[in-house]
């Protein structure tokens, strides 16, 4: 599984995530990420294409959580 993580800022939340209220409250999160970068995902846009994803929050303690789950259309 291949994941790169970003830091969590107001402009990728505002601009990539749909449900920033219920992201925003988990502060214990210091990134998160899409593991193997589906098409229609944040920055990985393709006309007419969008795969199932989730978004994977990263704690400071080393765990990941799932913090969102997109279906395929």
């Known amino acids: 599984m291949s994941m790169t ?3 969590i800022t107001d402009e ?3 601009q990539h995530l749909a449900n920033y209220q219920k ?3 988990r502060n ?3 990134s998160i ?3 193997g970068m ?3 995902s944040p920055v990985m846009e393709v006309d007419g294409v969008q795969h199932a994803y ?3 929050g990263h704690t ?4 990941d959580l799932i913090v969102a789950t997109y279906p395929a259309p």
Not at 60 to 63: L, R, S
């Open 5 to 7: 993580p970003h830091p």
């Open 60 to 63: 400071e303690k080393g765990t």
């Open 12 to 14: 990728l939340l505002n």
């Open 23 to 25: 992201l925003s409250k």
């Open 33 to 35: 990420s899409v593991p």
């Open 28 to 30: 214990c999160l210091v």
């Open 54 to 56: 989730q978004v994977i």
């Open 38 to 40: 589906p098409a229609g």
